[in-house]
């Protein structure tokens, strides 16, 4: 895992505000994309906006990259939000994408790196996430504004991760050209998604190399495994509207995602080559 703006002009009201936090399975993950501005040290402040990641040590951070911590272990791993330099050019890279980068796609940032470690195998993936403006129109052009970057997960979001003993400090992000031709999938929660990063695509290609992404573009409930799920969802549902004190929808993406992220694990067939 940028200043959360809450708006409140009416002709954003529908998509201004998307969802962007995150939650892992089992794995007690915890993520933030937070600079460290200080020396490395061996208690280093993660992110100062987030006072539960605070009791984590964390050894030699030299980065201002994500930290990854699974607190049962200690096991810290770092990922950058710019990818596929050095050793991580060899690894498989995932991208997860929703409209604000503060629900569904950092939730499945988190899930599916949980599914990785689990199976053994994290070291072969390099996994981020990002959004496509929060409902801004302009987010993908010059000077453009990209509503959540630069924000924390949705408290909500945390929240319901937190029920399932994950935490979560990741920091919001938009889409760049960058990403487009650096990771092998591309992978929205919705049509809405997809449909941005089509026309972000379509706006940079005419002053950026762009790869050819169509092929690397899918949706998230592509990779569902479960019958229940399949034959009802065809998109990951926006929880961030749902009405005050209700938590079913968060609690619904999680599930979701961490029945798709096995479904992707497989699909990737890396976990098949590991085991070769």
Known sequence: MQARVHASVGAWSAHVQPCRVAAPIASHLRCSRQP???SSTSKGRVNNQDASFRNFQVQHWSHPQQVVAHRATGVVAMAGATPLTGQDANKTSVLFVCLGNICRSPS????????????GVADRFFIDSCGTGGGSSNWFRENGFSYHEGDKADSRMRAAAQRRDMYLTSISRPLTPDDLNKFDYIIGMDDMNLEAIRRAAGYWGGKHKISDFEGKTSKMTQYLRSDKFKSKYNEVPDPYFEDAGKTDGFDLVLDLLEDACEGLLHKTGVKAEAQA
Not at 108 to 119: H, I, Q, S, Y
């Open 108 to 119: 499945a940032e988190a899930v599916f790196k949980a599914v990785v470690e689990r199976e």
């Open 36 to 38: 460290f501005s200080g």
